[in-house]
């Protein structure tokens, strides 16, 4: 089972100068494909806190992470340095290719600044940019940094994920609406195992309380068999309940 994390850098974020329009589109592709994410960070422009994150990020041996922001040319874009840093050793190549991309787009205007996007981690692999021809980056096949432009990042996160994550297993989910209190279920909850995905949301309206209850696996058996724990235990409290659809 891979862990995907998505990492958001970008001070203007967190000030309120921009909004963030990364995550939705991120979520909304890893869900179309059977994937979650288990942690997303926004975080400031600031390369120790950047280093640090990333290392958090490669301590998870099944870890997949998309950077978005900070692979520019100007002096505020440190993601090329922090991902060398951490996932290289700090070595760093002039990419053959990205040099090439660069190039090609704006020939004599690529200097003297430019063509230092193509200073990368060594062994970089590269992302096709449609916009400005200035790719993004992965390496070892689950660490992809990207601008943080969404009409840079969006067709990238596309090429990476068709490229290398195109599909996942299909998780089988059962949900209900219980018409009480999550106090009343907490006992049930106890008996369901970690390794099923389980989830309680409780809903207050004025004074009726209910709690949506949802099971998930990817055993199809085993999702149905917690999920009944649920429902045998209503039907035994006289505690009414409605099904909600098969996802």
Not at 131 to 157: A, K
Not at 158 to 164: I, M, P, R, S, T
Request: aromatic letters at 12%; one cysteine or more.
């Amino acid at each position: 089972m891979k862990n995907f994390y998505s990492v958001i850098i970008g001070s203007e974020l967190l000030n309120g100068r921009r909004v963030d329009a990364h995550f939705d589109f991120f979520n909304k592709e890893l869900l179309k494909r059977g994937w979650e994410q288990k942690a997303s960070f926004v975080i400031k422009d600031e390369p120790k806190f950047i280093e640090d994150v990333f290392a958090l990020v490669k301590n998870d041996p099944d870890s997949v992470m998309f950077s978005f922001g900070g692979i520019g040319a100007t002096p505020d874009d440190f993601t090329r340095v922090c991902a060398a840093n951490v996932f290289t050793q700090g070595d760093m190549e002039v990419n053959s290719g990205a040099k090439k991309a660069i190039l090609d787009k704006f020939k004599d205007d690529a200097y003297p600044h430019r063509i230092n996007m193509a200073t990368l981690p060594l062994k970089a692999k590269l992302l096709k940019n449609p916009v400005t021809n200035v790719p993004g980056f992965y390496l070892e096949d689950r660490f992809f940094f990207v601008p943080g432009f969404p009409s840079m990042s969006q067709s990238m996160i596309l090429e990476a994920l068709d490229k290398l994550y195109p599909k996942n297993k299909q998780k089988y989910r059962y949900s209900l609406v219980a018409y009480c209190s999550e106090n009343n279920l907490v006992d049930t909850m106890k008996t369901i195992p970690t390794d099923i995905d389980f989830s309680s949301l409780p809903k207050i309206e004025g004074d009726m309380r209910s709690t949506v209850i949802s099971v998930a696996s990817y055993d199809d058996k085993e999702a149905l068999k917690y999920f009944k724990v649920f429902v045998d235990f209503l039907e035994s409290q006289n505690i009414s309940y409605k099904l909600a659809d098969k996802e």
